[in-house]
């Protein structure tokens, strides 16, 4: 089946602009994930939504939204960019499976460059 | 507290030597699940392996096998006769609480 897809892949924006990226997640799974990575550090946690729900949410200042849709894709934005955004963004989705245990898969992930 | 240690930042490697990743991880969860991912350059991560509490068996997938002991809590990876193609960074990741928790990943190098 296909995988966590997001949109796009990269992109460059100017600092006070603001940008949004698209996840859609693998077919069946309600929880998508947003994650932040930027050179050298590990995963950050932004946020999960689960059926439009956001359900948990990670240390981020209030310029990072999110939401999901009822056919669990979903959208973060980044609003008043700054230099420190610069990084990759992975979406990932999860779900349980026929074996009783939940597994996330992450998409390729976007790749933002704020000049 | 639920939380994934990776205590290795970076290891370097000549090809064809053997490798272990260590995670250790802390949870007060008694039903949980633990993962190994690999994220090359490209920046995908790329599911390896999931094993839950309850199966302590060590797994073994071609040149990758995993250590799993609940008395230590860790889940060791070990990649055996590594190839220039494992260089990449190794993410362990625990579910549990119903939610992800990742460690900080150790980078792996192997030197041709």
């Known amino acids: 089946k296909a995988g966590v897809t997001q949109t796009p892949r990269y992109l460059i924006k100017t600092r006070g602009q603001q940008v949004t990226l698209s996840c859609s997640p693998i077919?069946?799974?309600?929880?998508v994930s947003w994650y932040q990575q930027t050179p050298g550090q590990g995963l950050q946690f932004l946020f999960e939504?689960?059926?439009?729900?956001?359900?948990n949410k990670g240390n981020f200042p209030g310029r990072f939204s999110g939401r999901q849709f009822s056919n669990s894709r979903s959208e973060m934005n980044v609003s008043t960019l700054e230099l420190g955004d610069s990084a990759l963004y992975l979406c990932?989705?999860?779900?349980?499976?026929?074996?009783?245990?939940?597994?996330?898969?992450f998409g390729e992930g976007s790749w933002l460059t704020v000049v | 507290a639920q939380k994934v240690t990776q205590a290795q930042t970076e290891i370097s490697v000549v090809e064809k030597e053997d490798v272990t990743l260590d995670c250790v991880y802390e949870?007060?969860?008694?039903?949980?699940?633990l993962f190994w991912y690999k994220q090359p350059p490209s920046g995908e991560l790329v599911f390896l392996i999931r094993r839950n509490s309850f199966d302590e068996q060590n797994e073994i997938s071609g040149r990758y096998s995993w250590n799993f002991q609940k008395s230590t809590s860790s889940f060791n990876f070990t990649i055996t006769a590594s190839q220039v193609v494992d260089s990449a960074v190794y993410f362990c990741a625990l579910f549990g609480g119903n939610q992800f928790y990742f460690g900080t990943g150790t980078s792996l190098t192997v030197i041709p």
């Open positions: 949870t007060r969860d008694t039903t949980y699940y």
């Open positions: 939504y689960f059926s439009e729900t956001q359900r």
């Open positions: 077919s069946g799974h309600r929880s």
């Open positions: 990932a989705s999860s779900g349980w499976d026929r074996e009783g245990g939940n597994t996330i898969y």
